[in-house]
């Protein structure tokens, strides 16, 4: 069972950036596709940013194109999301997910145990 901890995130001003991370306890990591989702209130979980194996790939919602950049570290076993420019729509609990290049959520295998972001002013 692959382990997912995420860290980072809290509040911030609309306009401002957070980044999140989300480092795995998997041995198969470095060949995994890996997601970010969200969660805002009363809402369901929806797709924000996928990565590829090898980082190749990235795809993102159209909401957040341009202002959200997710990468990472295969070495370090850890996926980050860089949030720039967020708006006060974008409070929700952020997840990291493990095993899939779909955007649905059935599709990953692993969770983060997710992150509360807060974009308020």
């Known amino acids: 069972q692959v382990r997912l901890v995420q860290s980072g995130g809290g509040s911030v001003q609309p306009g401002g950036s957070l980044r999140l991370s989300c480092a795995s306890s998997?041995?198969?990591?470095?060949?995994?596709?890996m997601g970010w989702f969200r969660q805002p209130p009363g809402k369901e979980r929806e797709f924000v940013a996928g990565?590829?194996?090898?980082?190749?790939?990235?795809y993102y919602v159209d909401s957040v194109k341009g202002r959200f950049t997710i990468s990472r570290d295969n070495a370090k076993k850890t996926v980050s999301l860089q949030m720039n420019s967020l708006k006060p729509e974008e409070t929700a609990v952020y997840y990291c997910?493990?095993?899939?290049?779909?955007?649905?959520?059935?599709?990953?295998?692993?969770w983060g145990q997710g992150t509360q972001i807060t974009v308020s002013t």
């Open positions: 997910a493990a095993g899939s290049r779909s955007s649905d959520p059935r599709s990953f295998r692993s």
């Open positions: 998997g041995r198969s990591f470095s060949g995994d596709a």
């Open positions: 990565i590829s194996w090898n980082s190749v790939n990235t």
